[in-house]
Nanobody, 126 residues
Framework: QVQLVESGGGLVQAGGSLRLSCAAS????????MGWFRQAPGKEREFVAA????????LYADSVKGRFTISRDNAKNMVYLQTNSLKPEDTAVYYC???????????????????WGQGTQVTVSS
C-alpha cells in the first residue's frame, strides 16, 4: 500500500556528504518501521540503518555507525539518511524500505520489509 521513492544520490568525493531522501505515499511513515539498505555491484543487499515506527529508536550497521544518521519528518512523510565522511566502499545503490511490523531483533533482515523504493545511486570517488 505504501509507495517509496528515493532521491538525493550522486557522485561525491571521499570525505563528502549526501542527504538521501525517501518520499512515501499511500501510507504514513509513522505507521511503519523504516530501513535503509544498500547494494554494491556484485554484492548482496546489506542493511544500513533502521528506525522504529515512533522514530525513538534507531539501529545502524557497524560499517556506518557514527557516520550515517536515519531520521524522519512525519509532517512531510519523509525519511532521510544523512551520509557523512563517505568512503569509496560506501558506493552502492541505496534503497528505502518499510515494514508494518517486525521483531526489532530482525530489523537488519531484508525479508521483513514488504515495501521497497527503486533505489538511488551513491558513488564515492577516491
Amino acid at each position: 500500500q505504501v509507495q517509496l521513492v528515493e532521491s538525493g544520490g550522486g557522485l561525491v568525493q571521499a570525505g563528502g556528504s549526501l542527504r538521501l531522501s525517501c518520499a512515501a505515499s499511500g501510507g504514513t511513515i509513522s505507521s511503519y518501521y523504516m530501513g535503509w539498505f544498500r547494494q554494491a555491484p556484485g554484492k548482496e543487499r546489506e542493511f544500513v540503518a533502521a528506525m522504529r515506527r515512533d522514530g525513538g529508536t534507531t539501529l545502524y550497521a557497524d560499517s556506518v555507525k557514527g557516520r550515517f544518521t536515519i531520521s524522519r519528518d512525519n509532517a512531510k512523510n519523509m525519511v532521510y539518511l544523512q551520509t557523512n565522511s563517505l568512503k569509496p566502499e560506501d558506493t552502492a545503490v541505496y534503497y528505502c524500505a518499510a515494514a508494518g511490523d517486525l521483531w526489532w531483533s530482525k530489523a537488519t533482515m531484508r525479508a521483513v520489509y514488504a515495501y521497497w523504493g527503486q533505489g538511488t545511486q551513491v558513488t564515492v570517488s577516491s
